[in-house]
């Protein structure tokens, strides 16, 4: 099995990464960085590379994906701007908050503890740049208030975790992607 070595298995398909890694640096486009590297990550977990050594390196990239992102906040510029405007902010103080994240605190408050009432969200019409994408969990929180996003939350994770026992149940437990296909 070459793929559970870790050269064979992480290493060198990591290496034509690298250079799209640096193409997309000079860009620079950070966000596809940090996606690119998610992908190659779970292309990598799904195949089954790197046997034990897979923990070790997924702990190492998500150091570095944390690094980063560290490194992106505190280098000033657009990225700094945006890290600073989404994370760095608590929502009662929106004076150096985006305009975007601003108008997505909005929504959220004025949902209220159970909503507006579907349909009825303002701050989808006129304030929220991509409300049925970027900012939906803004526009669910108007319309569904607390109640509602709290509800939203509670599905994903049971999705999540429903998700998580279908390979767990099946016989093909050293292959993820076997693990996954219907019968």
Request: with cysteine; glycine share 14%; charged share 10%.
């Amino acid at each position: 099995d070459k793929i559970k070595n870790p050269i064979y298995g992480i290493l060198l398909p990591a290496l034509p990464l690298i250079p799209v890694l640096i193409l997309l640096k000079l860009e620079p486009h950070n966000s596809a960085m940090l996606l690119m590297c998610a992908i190659f990550g779970t292309m990598i977990f799904c195949a089954g590379g790197g046997g034990a050594w897979l923990f070790g390196a997924i702990g190492v990239g998500l150091a570095g994906a944390a690094a980063y992102l560290n490194y992106l906040a505190n280098s000033g510029g657009y990225a700094a701007d945006r890290l600073g405007g989404v994370w760095g902010l608590t929502p009662t103080d929106t004076t150096n908050m985006l305009w975007q994240t601003r108008q997505s605190v909005y929504a959220i408050c004025t949902g209220g503890l159970f909503g507006v009432g579907i349909g009825n969200s303002v701050q989808k019409h006129q304030w929220l740049p991509y409300a049925e994408n970027d900012f939906i969990f803004s526009v669910v929180c108007e319309e569904l208030g607390f109640v509602g996003a709290v509800a939203l939350i509670l599905l994903s994770v049971l999705l999540t975790l429903l998700g998580g026992l279908i390979p767990s149940r099946k016989a093909a437990k050293s292959d993820p992607v076997t693990a996954l296909r219907t019968e």
